[in-house]
């Protein structure tokens, strides 16, 4: 398992133990090892490859070499609230985040969050889903989540684009406590109206979910 973390700054291995005396250029070669590796072997292998090889296989190619790049530029930028986790090294595009908010009503609570990555990224969003069960007009009970870079369509202009990486995602679910909570364009509606209704209370059901779901 590879795990990323800002206080830390360092990966862990299931069966390895990296030196604390790595650098953040060693601490990224170490964490794309694997997938570099294997990346190589797809490489050497196209010689042989039948030229009608299929655009799925093209596509997969194409989202392991954005991973390879844009998970070490997640690693060197992540916020102080969150960490990031590789249950799978050989499987960069399914990880899971850990958001600890320092602030506001969630403070206290560790919100996990599941992120598998298409075949077709960069040409659509991330899949996320939220593991912890939580009080939020931004997210269901049941882990479904809005947030404008997710969408794939979107009129507005905020929704997912190529441009977008890996970074932008993390950092919009790490806001979803902070900058980007929303009561006025809810998902969770219950949840939104019992803020409206009376903030103390709303505070005090979100204290209970921690309690109970996120510590």
Known sequence: MLVFDDHTRHLSRSAVECSVGLTKADHSSV???TLASKLRRDDGGKTGRASGASDSTHRVSIRDRLLTKEVAELEASLPSTCKASFPDEDKL???QLAVSPDEGYYQSGRFQFEIDVPEAYNMVPP???????IWHPNITENGEICLSLLREHSIDGTGWAPTRTLKDVVWGLNSLFTDLLNFDDPLNIDAAEHHLRDKEDFRNKVQDYIKHYAR
Not at 127 to 133: A, D, I, P, Q
């Open 31 to 33: 964490a794309m090892l």
């Open 93 to 95: 595009h399914h990880f």
């Open 127 to 133: 899949k996320v889903r939220c593991l912890t069960r």
